[in-house]
């Protein structure tokens, strides 16, 4: 009985020396755990500190001069030097950033400011008016040569998904005013616009570098666009290779598959001679002659007087559209009589770009005075070996065509 009372005793002695052990370790585990927890806030203190303490640290950013943009743009530029540098009036950039808004706004970081959205802006729109050099940006507007091509590429990005709300083609009242203004202006009946084509200078990629090779001896791609009366883009077809032909690039195109389907424009015609003469467009030579296309008739030095008095009006009513918006596009937007400095699967976005701006410019009234001087330099290419696409002369579209020459052959007209 003793000896089984020492047992429990030595028993019970062991069981507390086991849990006073344990304690002894967890109390030693707690001591470490704190030490830590109160190292990291120390050190998290001190981050704190020399953060709020050195906002700009040299090893993030080059010290750079603002004041061009910050002082001499905002504070003092009037709307005329507004127009000298940007190509567009203050009220028109504005009414930009507030479109690309909520696209591109961001937010400031601990690391380092963001530039502002109005400036991101108006580097894109400064290198698209002037195809200036990444560098002479970085030193006008006190950014870096990266952040100068980011700002360049995502404004062009953001403003090209602005497309479907300043280019489209011409509705109800609005295609009224089309038909109308041609005939008003150029003496054009049943006019919705005209169809041409304009090559902008690219490099050419590694790869199948011949296919952008065109007639006229330099790498382009393709602009189609359609136009209006006022030589406002209605649609546009961007980043064909510049040595395909131009009847490629329409039978490839939205607007020929919306127009052989018959959903662009509505079934009205008008009674010209005894022929009904429906709506239609003006094309280039290169074009044939389709039920919604008018073009002229080639020259084989055979035709007669009002064949050719016809292909006079045609092509002046064509000028005055097509090729006046060209030579607007590339006179506002000068980075499109040059090489377009970027590679050849993003020239496409930067030619739709300054489409989209040509257009917001149009609607905004700074098309009402354009300076002629913009237009130096500017110069349509016409292709060449394009005199006309032979048609049958005994389909619908050329009695359409037979009826406009004796209507222009009118003593009135």
């Not at 052989?260 to 429906?278: A, K, M, N, W, Y």
Request: glycine content about 8%; aromatic content about 8%.
């Amino acid at each position: 009985m003793e000896t089984f009372l020492q047992l429990l005793r030595m028993l019970g002695l062991f069981q507390m020396l086991r849990i006073a052990g344990r304690s002894r370790l967890q109390r030693a585990i707690h001591r470490r755990r704190r030490r830590r927890r109160i190292a990291v806030r120390k050190a998290a203190c001190f981050a704190a500190a020399v953060i709020t303490a050195t906002p700009r640290r040299a090893i993030w950013v080059r010290p750079r001069s603002q004041h061009w943009w910050d002082t001499v743009v905002l504070r003092t530029f009037t709307d005329d030097q507004w127009r000298a540098h940007f190509r567009m009036r203050r009220a028109t950039f504005d009414v930009l950033c507030g479109k690309l808004r909520p696209r591109l706004d961001t937010r400031r970081t601990h690391l380092r400011d963001c530039v502002p959205l109005e400036k991101r802006v108006a580097v894109a729109v400064r290198y698209l008016a002037t195809g200036a050099s990444c560098s002479a940006l970085s030193d006008l507007f006190g950014i870096g040569k990266a952040t100068v091509h980011g700002c360049v590429w995502e404004v062009c990005l953001a403003v090209r998904a602005l497309q479907a709300h300043f280019i489209r083609l011409p509705r109800g009242e609005t295609l009224r005013e089309i038909v109308a203004g041609f005939e008003a202006g150029a003496g054009f009946p049943q006019c919705c616009g005209a169809v041409g084509v304009s090559h902008v200078p690219v490099s050419p990629p590694g790869d199948d570098a011949s296919d952008y090779y065109n007639c006229n001896g330099s790498y382009s791609i393709i602009l189609q666009a359609a136009v209006d009366h006022l030589s406002r883009f209605t649609n546009i077809n961007v980043g064909w290779a510049g040595g395909v032909h131009d009847a490629t690039v329409l039978r490839h195109s939205t607007l020929f598959q919306l127009a052989e389907s018959g959903d662009l424009f509505p079934p009205d015609t008008r009674t010209i001679g005894s022929t009904q003469v429906p709506l239609m467009l003006l094309g280039a030579p290169a074009y044939p002659l389709l039920s919604w296309l008018l073009t002229a008739y080639p020259d084989d030095g055979r035709l007669t007087a009002g064949q050719r008095r016809f292909n006079r009006r045609l092509g002046a009513a064509r000028a005055a559209a097509a090729a006046r918006a060209f030579g607007r596009l590339k006179g506002r937007w000068r980075c499109l009589l040059k090489r377009v400095d970027v590679d050849v699967s993003k020239a496409a976005t930067v030619v739709g770009c300054c489409c989209v701006l040509h257009n917001l410019c149009a609607q905004s009234g700074d098309d009402d005075d354009f300076p002629d001087a913009w237009l130096q330099d500017v110069e349509e290419l016409v292709p060449a070996g394009d005199a006309g696409v032979p048609a049958d002369e005994r389909g619908p579209p050329a009695a359409v065509r037979r009826a406009l020459v004796d209507y222009f052959s009118g003593p009135d007209r």
